[in-house]
């Protein structure tokens, strides 16, 4: 359903992604792993159109988004989830979940109800400003904000970064009723543990270059080390 082909992203005359082609399925979780400053989080930001491209370096379902700015590439179902989670910290939880709302689709699952089903704990704290909450809550506020558009794609980057194993657990366990709503994830994830527990397809970016692909089943240590680091 997504493809990136021959993908290349600047930062003015710097030159982050050399050519990246990845796929994903409908219903595939694929995680993209790498050192720091790889390339990964530009890779998500090309996808979702806040870096633009040639048009057909980024296609969905066969169709050339590469070039389309972020509101649009949103329509058409692809919704981001930011390092960071940028929420608005003086809106409460449920108004940052409704901006979420603002460009959404018309078929899927995702409510404020079901959201809140979701993660409970945003429920109680549903009046409470962004600020008031814990790094774990705000990063279900926007994993929640990204839902409520019913995306087809949902891009997750870093969304464990910061937090408490026990959270990051928590966040982990909402993965697989994203899935059942019918969202294929890409997850762009330091902890390399974690990427092969979820994926179903790993990508390795070094230097803005794919350099290893595969199933977490068939991806040996030493062949992700040599992925990250380059041959020795
Ligand atoms: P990290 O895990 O540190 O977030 P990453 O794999 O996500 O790393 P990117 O953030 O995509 O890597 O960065 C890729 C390269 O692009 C790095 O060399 C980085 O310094 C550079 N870069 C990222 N954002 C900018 C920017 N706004 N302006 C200039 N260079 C940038």
């Given at each position: ?30 995680a993209?792993?790498?050192a ?8 998500l ?9 040639a ?13 389309l ?21 003086s ?57 409520m ?41 330091q ?6 527990r ?28 040599a ?6």
């Amino acid at each position: 359903m997504l493809e990136t082909r021959g993908l290349t992203a600047n930062y003015g005359d710097f030159r982050a992604l050399f050519g990246v082609d990845i796929t994903v399925q409908p219903g595939e979780t694929v995680a993209i792993i790498g050192a720091n400053g790889a390339g990964k989080t530009t890779l998500l930001r090309a996808i979702a159109g806040v870096l633009r491209s040639a048009p057909a370096q980024v296609l969905h379902h066969g169709a050339p988004i590469g070039a389309l700015p972020a509101d649009q590439v949103m329509q058409r179902g692809i919704s981001m989830v930011p390092e960071g989670r940028r929420l608005f910290p003086s809106l409460s939880v449920e108004e940052n979940l409704l901006i979420g709302g603002q460009t959404r689709r018309a078929k899927g699952p995702w409510s404020l109800a079901t959201v809140y089903d979701l993660f409970p704990i945003l429920r109680e704290r549903r009046h409470s400003p962004g600020t008031a909450l814990s790094g774990g809550q705000q990063q279900m506020v926007a994993i929640g904000r990204a839902l409520m558009a019913n995306p087809e794609l949902m891009l997750c980057d870093e969304i464990s970064l910061g937090l408490a194993p026990v959270v990051i657990r928590d966040i982990y366990a909402a993965l697989p009723q994203i899935k059942a709503g019918g969202a294929s994830l890409v997850i762009v994830e330091q902890d390399i543990a974690q990427a092969l527990r979820v994926a179903d397809r790993v990508y390795c970016l070094m230097e803005g270059r794919v350099t290893l692909t595969g199933r977490p089943a068939d991806i040996t240590r030493d062949a992700i080390h040599a992925a990250y680091f380059g041959a020795p």
